[in-house]
């Protein structure tokens, strides 16, 4: 049987899970995470190398599932080849299926692009539509992308970029409580003024592939630490 003083030492060693609703996420928090980003990151950009919005549409399509430095290493031999919409609509699918498979998932992102971009050349003259209304009904695009899209390439804070990143961010600061993205986006809409929407989600991002990590947070170097709940973070 355990003494008291046993007790003490496996309830020490026990790790914990910090609770999930510590605190109400507020306007003023989400300014101070901000403000932490913008001092760190401040010149944070898309990962995704592109020379215009349709070449970013793609690449963008190529990152699900994927690192962004792989899509990279896959785009400029992609571009060579089909430089445009109207190349790329009328790309072999198994040719184009060669050059992007190393991104994974390539059947489906190359019957995406190819159908995406005869939407491209047929409905909107082989060029970027500049809205989300648009951006979503073509082929593999869904509001993340939209997103990328408009905010990168055109400027446009059509709403915040949700990614694997944000959506651990977002929870680990106290944000937000939601796992789905589109319930994150909408608390971060509400938390965030619109003039950070874009930039937020890019510095978010960089945070989380430096020091915020999925597996092991480097909470003891983070400049968040401080107003950070670090929700679900193991403690030892
Ligand atoms: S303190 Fe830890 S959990 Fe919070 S943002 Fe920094 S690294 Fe992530």
Known sequence: ???????????????KVRDRGAKKATPENAAAVARGLAQEYGDAECALVHRNAFELLIATILSAQCTDQ????VTPALFKLWPTAEAMAKAKTTELEKAIQSTGFFRNKAKN?????????????????????ALVKLPGIGRKTANVVLGTAFGIPSGVVVDTHVTRLCNRLGLTKQTNAVKIEQDLIK???????IIFSHRLIHHGRRICKARKPLCGVCMLSALCPKVGIEEK
């Open 191 to 197: 938390l965030l003024p619109q003039e950070e929407w």
């Open 113 to 133: 692009i190819v159908g995406c971009c005869q939407k491209l050349v047929e409905q909107h003259g082989g060029q970027v539509p500049q809205t989300l209304v």
């Open 70 to 73: 792989r899509v990279n290493l």
């Open 1 to 15: 049987m355990a003494t008291k003083s046993t007790h003490g030492k496996v309830a020490s060693a026990t790790r």
